[in-house]
C-alpha cells in the first residue's frame, strides 16, 4: 500500500544527511528527542556569535539585546500555547524540572494531609514520582485512573476517583508510551467541577498537534524543548496567572529577588520569580526558532503527515505474523508501540540498529503501564514531520530480518 507524502522535510535536518553504520538514518526515535533544523542549530551557534550577554542585569547593549531575544522567546511560546499573557510563560530545563516546580511551589501550599491526587495509569514516571514526594512530605495520596486494553482510560473510571478531597488531576495529553490522545478538555472540565487544578504533561502533544490553553482551560502545561525540533535543557511551564501570581518561589538567587537584606528577601514578580540564576539563554533562543520552525510548516500539517505515517506503520506492523500493537486507541499521536514473539524488545532495537533503524525499546518511562500490560517494555517507533514512507518500509524489512534470525515470523 502506498501512502501519500504530505510533507519532505529531511533536507532541513543537518544529522539526517549523515550516514550511520554506513547507511542512511532511519530515525525513529523521536518520543525520545527530535532532530533538530538547521534554522535551530544556526540561531543557537549565531546568538553566541553575535548576541551572547548576561540578560536583565547590564546596562550595555549586547545585554539589552540578549534580553530582547530572551523575552521574545517567551512571547513566541505564548503564542504556541495560545497562552494569554507572556507572564504565564516560565521557562524552565523541561517538562521534568516543571512539574517539580509546581509540585514545590503550589503543591506545598494546596495539598495538605488527607488530599488527593488523581493521575491516569499511563504517565511517565515525571509526572508521577515528584507528586508522591510531595504527598509523602503532605500526607496526601494519590488515585490512579486505570488504563483499558486498548491503551485509554473512561470518563467515567476518571469521573468515580474525582471527590471534594481532590487537589490536582496529572494528565498526559499525549501518552509516551502509546500515543493515545487523552480528552484533556473533558477531564479539565470534570476536574474543575470537582474544585480540582489540572496540569497536562504535554511533552510528547506540543509538537504534534495545536495546542491551546486557553481551550483546554488547563491550569498548569508543561512542555520540553527537546521534543519539538528545538535544543535540550530548555523548556517551558505554563500556569494561569491567577495562580502563579500567588505561587511561592522554589529556587532562591540572583534575578528572582525584589530586594535582598540578611534579615529579609522580597521577590520579583512572576515570571522572574521562577527564574532564578543566568537561564538558558542560547537554549531560549533555539527554542524560538524551533517554533518558528514548526509554525512555518505548520502543526496541523504535520499531524495530517505523521497520521499517515502511523496509519500506513499500524497496517504494515499488522501484516507480520507474532507482532502485537500494545495501545489501539482511537485517538493516537504518532507512536507505534508493540511487541514481537520471542524476540525481546531490547534484542529488537539492538538488531535494527544494525539495519541502521533507530527506535527505543523497554518501559518508556512508564513501569506502572508496562505492569499494567503485564510486559516488561515495548518497542516503540515515534514519528516526526521528517520522516517518510521509507522509514517506515525500513523498519518492517528490519523487523522481517530479526524475525528471520530468531527462527520466529514466517
Ligand atoms: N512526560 C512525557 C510524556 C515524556 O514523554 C517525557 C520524555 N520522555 C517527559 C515527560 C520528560 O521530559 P524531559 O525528560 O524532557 O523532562
Known amino acids: 500500500a502506498s501512502v501519500p507524502v504530505l510533507l519532505d ?70 503564542r504556541l500555547l495560545n497562552a494569554a499573557r507572556s507572564e504565564e510563560i516560565v521557562f524552565t530545563r523541561g517538562t521534568t524540572e516543571g512539574i517539580n516546580l509546581v509540585a514545590h511551589s503550589w503543591g506545598r501550599g494546596a495539598v495538605g494531609p488527607g488530599d488527593e491526587i488523581v493521575l491516569t495509569g499511563m504517565e511517565h514516571h515525571s509526572n508521577i514520582v515528584p507528586w508522591q514526594m510531595l504527598c509523602e512530605q503532605v500526607g496526601a495520596s494519590i488515585k490512579v485512573v486505570p488504563v483499558t486494553d ?16 481532590t487537589r490536582l488531576v ?35 502533544a506540543v509538537a504534534h498537534k495545536v495546542v491551546d490553553v486557553q481551550a483546554l482551560d488547563c491550569d498548569f502545561y508543561v512542555f520540553s524543548g527537546h521534543k519539538l525540533y528545538g535544543p535540550t535543557g530548555i523548556g517551558a511551564l505554563y500556569a494561569r496567572y491567577g495562580i502563579l501570581k500567588d505561587m511561592p518561589p522554589w529556587q532562591g538567587g540572583g534575578d528572582m529577588i525584589h530586594t535582598v537584606s540578611f534579615e529579609r528577601s ?68 504518532g507512536i507505534a508501540s508493540f511487541v514481537v514473539d520471542g524476540i525481546h524488545p531490547h534484542d529488537l532495537g539492538t538488531i535494527l540498529d544494525t539495519e541502521g533503524v533507530a527506535i527505543r525499546a523497554g518501559h518508556h518511562c512508564a513501569m506502572p503501564l508496562m505492569a499494567r500490560f503485564g510486559i516488561p517494555g515495548t518497542a516503540r517507533a515515534s514519528f516526526a514531520a521528517y520522516n517518510t514512507p521509507d522509514d517506515v518500509a525500513a523498519l518492517i524489512s528490519a523487523l522481517r530480518k530479526a524475525q528471520k534470525l530468531f527462527g520466529t515470523g514466517s
Open 9 to 78: 522535510l529531511r533536507n532541513d535536518f543537518p544529522i539526517l544527511q549523515h550516514p550511520v553504520k554506513g547507511r542512511r538514518l532511519v530515525y525513529l526515535d523521536n518520543g525520545a528527542t527530535t532532530q533538530k533544523p538547521a534554522a535551530v542549530i544556526e540561531a543557537e551557534s549565531r546568538y553566541y556569535e553575535r548576541s551572547n550577554a548576561n540578560i536583565h542585569r547590564g546596562v550595555h547593549w549586547l545585554s539589552q539585546h540578549s534580553t530582547d531575544l530572551y523575552e521574545q522567546g517567551r512571547e513566541s511560546v505564548r
Open 150 to 165: 486498548s491503551g485509554e482510560i473512561r470518563l467515567e473510571d476518571y469521573r468515580a476517583l474525582l471527590g471534594p478531597r
Open 170 to 204: 496529572g494528565i498526559a495529553h499525549v501518552s509516551n508510551a502509546l500515543g493515545t490522545i487523552n480528552p484533556v478538555q473533558e477531564m479539565t472540565r470534570l476536574a474543575h467541577e470537582a474544585g480540582a487544578k489540572v496540569l497536562v504533561d504535554g511533552a510528547q
Open 266 to 333: 522580597t521577590y520579583a514578580d512572576v515570571p522572574q520569580r521562577f527564574e532564578a540564576g543566568t537561564p538558558n539563554i542560547a537554549g531560549v533562543v533555539g527554542l524560538d526558532a524551533a517554533i518558528r520552525y514548526v509554525r512555518g510548516v505548520g502543526l496541523d500539517a504535520i499531524a495530517a503527515h505523521e497520521h499517515a505515517l502511523l496509519e500506513h506503520a499500524t497496517e504494515q506492523l499488522l501484516a507480520l505474523p507474532g507482532v502485537r500493537l500494545i495501545g489501539t486507541a482511537g485517538q493516537k499521536a
